[in-house]
């Protein structure tokens, strides 16, 4: 159980190697502010400017592109895949959909693994719940994913 500490509390405090000695509160705050006055000094604040300033910086730098534009396409082995068109497709899609494609078809493209993409993709293509865009844009992304799968090099053994 912890003990609140009032202005009449007393406290016990090492003072010097091993005398104890009872004080009041008041006399302990002001014994830990005359060795923390120091925290103050001008190198501390130097630093801590510097500190803030850099963070300043880079907080500026990060937040001024609003011309950036995400790629309107993908390209894998000399093949275009609307992979981004597909991911805006499936934005507000059930997360069954959403895991399927980033775990298997995203993860696949990006990684060479283009069997496991199709796969996912056949798996969506199949999804009896998907609207007409998002079957047509699955259907464009797989045939895609097969010209990509046929010009891909052969794997290393």
Sequence with gaps: MVKRLT??????LRVGKSRLAKCSLPVLLSYLTKFTHNLHSPMKTRNW????????LLALTACGNKDFKPPEFHTINGVRVDIPQLEEAFANAPDAQRLILSNDVLQGARYGNYEQALAGLDALSTDTT???????IVNKVLEQMKQVLAKAPPPTQ
Excluded: I
Excluded at 7 to 12: A, I, K, L, Q, T
Excluded at 49 to 56: H, I, K, P, R, T
């Design 7 to 12: 202005r009449s509390s007393s406290v016990r």
């Design 49 to 56: 400017l510097l500190g803030l300033l850099s963070v300043a």
């Design 130 to 136: 998907l609207t007409d865009p998002q079957k047509q």
